[in-house]
């Protein structure tokens, strides 16, 4: 049974700083691809980057990019999203989600996810 967990969500000023993480068991941790992804309130969801089994290829939604940073320790079964200069427009719920990479070496990563922490909970405020 696949379990994600996410923590460091909170309230933050505009220009703040915030660390999230997620702690993933359940699966071979080193062959999944690992996601986060935000709703705001009256929004759809929107993924906010995503790193693949090496933590060598990430992608960020243009949103985020450049402030934005998201890394990963196969050795603890964890990655991470390192938010600084938080806008107001940041404020959603955070899931982290995981994805089977495919692919000959596992490189690839899968355009949807079918695992999903249950969130954390990001506020910037102005």
């Known amino acids: 049974q696949v379990l994600l967990v996410e923590s460091g969500g909170g309230s933050v000023q505009a220009g703040g700083s915030l660390r999230l993480s997620c702690a993933a068991s359940g699966i071979i941790y080193s062959v999944y691809c690992m996601a986060w992804f935000r709703q705001a309130p009256g929004k759809e969801r929107e993924e906010v980057g995503h790193i693949d089994v090496g933590g060598i290829s990430i992608y960020y939604a243009d949103s985020v990019k450049g402030r934005f940073t998201i890394s990963r320790d196969n050795a603890r079964n964890t990655h991470y999203l390192q938010m600084n200069s938080l806008k107001p427009e940041d404020t959603a719920m955070y899931y982290c989600?995981?994805?089977?990479?495919?692919?000959?070496?596992?490189?690839?990563?899968?355009?949807?996810?079918?695992?999903w922490g249950r969130g954390t909970q990001v506020t910037v405020s102005s």
């Open positions: 989600a995981a994805g089977r990479a495919y692919g000959p070496y596992s490189n690839y990563c899968p355009r949807s996810y079918d695992s």
